[in-house]
DNA sequence: TGCGAGAATAAAAACGTTTATATTTTTTCT
DNA sequence: AGAAAAAATATAAACGTTTTTATTCTCGCA
């Protein structure tokens, strides 16, 4: 008998059932109360709350996921790319997550998180997730130029919230950065500081902004009557390895670049590190135009001009979209690109010494 | 009919009844055979698991969810501290949360992520993660020198796993960093390297790692007979912005230190930072020493002496420990502390001058 | 041949909800 | 007052499992 005692078994939580009990009302008029039904008189409704405040009544997930199909699930899929052992890599995801999580709060739903090492386990787990009913929403973020995952989430009507557009035309709700903008941008500012061998450090093609960002590197060419050198596009993972890489192998060009366009915090962190391994001193020999959604840009030595765009903002926009979406909001209600800040910590003109 | 056309409902999955009528067996006998019970002859197992396979029968999670009990989730309390306003911070929770996933894979089990904001947050969730009985298993970390989510869950008997340890005796599954020996040895490198006024960047004092990096600071000069320089330990956030006002702030003293030991990625780059807004050379002016689990100092101009240890690494060790757990391993079994590798990138001597 | 034991399978209940349908109560109207 | 309509509540079934208990079948053996 000691022995039963250790394990003193806590008394199982109260269900419907126990609120039938104490008001005398069946479980069907308790579940309409607590539902907020019309039908149910506003007087009955008030004592049935209040048995279940009583008893710290909670309804029971699993129960409710069973009879009605959803899982109060929002899952999204957030990919770490394993490209090198253990690099720095998709650190602004904390921030992401936060932001969904912020707009999820004080709602039914609980945020899963799905781990991918690449496009094709992304498709996966999106076909997974719908097949066998894990989530009730998705969000997920490096868009390809033409994403399966979108055009499979279209064909089943699953509610989703994609972070970037793909390249088809599609009813379907996004939150995405202007990245042809920023790139155009970035890219026109330099060239009106004089340098013409600019550099873009770039994803992989196949992912879709990836080409919004060609995109407008390109523009800001030939809007000065210019031919964007195409040659000085480097293209790869987003990681710290590759900034670092993409530098050492450029300047060793006879016509080497003199200025890089960055995708993100952890490749600027990489340019920067070829650049003082090379011993080139950013805003004397070379500039350098990030960009960055976590902020980390102004610690960076000697800080940088920035393209930002608080990330968490994103993800919050993300999860109230999700929301909408799953309430069976229309998708063409649900967008937004956003336009990041140009915040200049360099005149990006190499002290002046390339102007005519 | 047209309009009832549009949306042509995919065909229910194939459940346990499904199989039932399939091959004529009841479904008791299906669930059972599926779970491998014994009592069920292996020739109707086959038969079984060949009409699973044919008409790729998944199990419903929900109504096994529902009958069992168990939510098949292994929550996870992400920490993001609304510090300032989106700085750069938690980035490491990313590879954290990587080996989590990657140890969870091929199991029933999946990962929910709860943000919290801090302590109280905290606890809080846990507390509902408990009621609620939301997930199967917990795995947290930002332990404090007295953790009352520890308390909780060890007095309620619920599996988890704490990334740190608290100064309470208690018979609880964890993964730890041996913090007390790299502040040593990281103190006791700068030491022998001439230092004498050696910083401690270090987090808050309730958090039970900030007391072990004390005592490992404190007993690295206790060992050569010094008394340690208390007022050079700066406790605060982990975030960048913490590192670089550290830095201003005690480069100003008449006595200031000639070396920093850093907690975290984020804290050194501020610290970093703040020394370049000083205009003072890393190697030359000041030394510097970083804790790092994310494998970013490398990048970092000049790279700096660094003890490393990929978190991933400790996250596949915590989920691993969670899985046993679950099953009900004896946590006291479930211990380890991870000793970080020196990677020595600096002499960290000030190039001799130091030295007597 | 028939009995009993053991093996194999089936039946039924349960987990906690929601919801369609049925029943009771109250209100309204003539 | 009584019938019809409306409002309120109750009953019962269902969601997909697992598990306890019951039933049937097979086989060895007297």
New binding site residues.
Partial sequence: MATEMHRARRA?PP???TLAEMT??????I??A??ESP???P??RDIIYKAAREVGYQ??A???A????KSFQAAVLMPVTAARDYEWDGVEYTQTLSGISQALDGTDYRMSVHIIRDAADGAEAARRIVDQGLADGLIFSGILAEDPRIDLLVAEQFPFVSMGRCRKDLAYAHVDIDNEWAAYAATARLIAGGHRRIALVNPQRRLSYALDRIDGFVRAFREVGLDAPMELIAEGDLSTHFGRQTVIDFLQFDDAPTAFVCINESTTLGVLSGLGALGRQVGVDVDVIAYDDINVSAYFTPPVTTFYQPIEVLGRTLGQFLLRRMEGEDPKALRQVFRPTLIARQSDDLGGRLKR
Wanted: proline share 4%; no cysteine.
């Fill in positions: 199982p269900t419907i059932k005398g009302y069946s479980i069907a008029t579940s309409k607590l539902r039908v149910v008189a007087a009955t309804a029971n699993r129960g409710m069973l009879r009605t199909g």
